[in-house]
């Protein structure tokens, strides 16, 4: 067992087979917005002592979960552990994510079968 692989009980938010490559802030409040509940993208927005400040990793998305009585908003989302779950979910069923996915994949095979073109 490594010491750097976490899983739920030491730390790790969601399962590692639920978990999403790379969200981004944007991608979370799309999903946040889905739902109805208030929330707020800081797209600017890092962790202080971060020195490797990737466009990718910038950005938070505060939500409203409770309401003033302390009462969950949502039915179904009813703590930061839900709506994680719900979140790594739904970010791969996005248009802007099913968008990227072709393109990814396609091999390119443009330089392949070319024959270099030279002086004899």
Excluded: F
């Amino acid at each position: 067992k490594q010491w750097y692989q976490r899983r739920v009980r030491g730390g790790r938010r969601i399962p590692k087979g639920a978990a999403v490559e790379n969200p981004t802030c944007q991608e979370i409040g799309d999903v946040v917005k889905s739902l109805g509940l208030r929330h707020e993208v800081q797209p600017k927005k890092h962790y202080s002592r971060e020195l490797d400040r990737e466009r990718w990793q910038l950005g938070r998305v505060k939500v409203q979960l409770l309401d003033g009585n302390g009462l969950p908003v949502h039915e179904t989302i009813k703590s930061k552990a839900d709506l994680m779950q719900y979140v790594a979910a739904m970010i791969p069923k996005l248009k802007s994510r099913s968008a990227k996915a072709p393109d990814q994949q396609q091999p390119s095979s443009s330089g392949k079968n070319k024959k270099k073109k030279g002086k004899k």
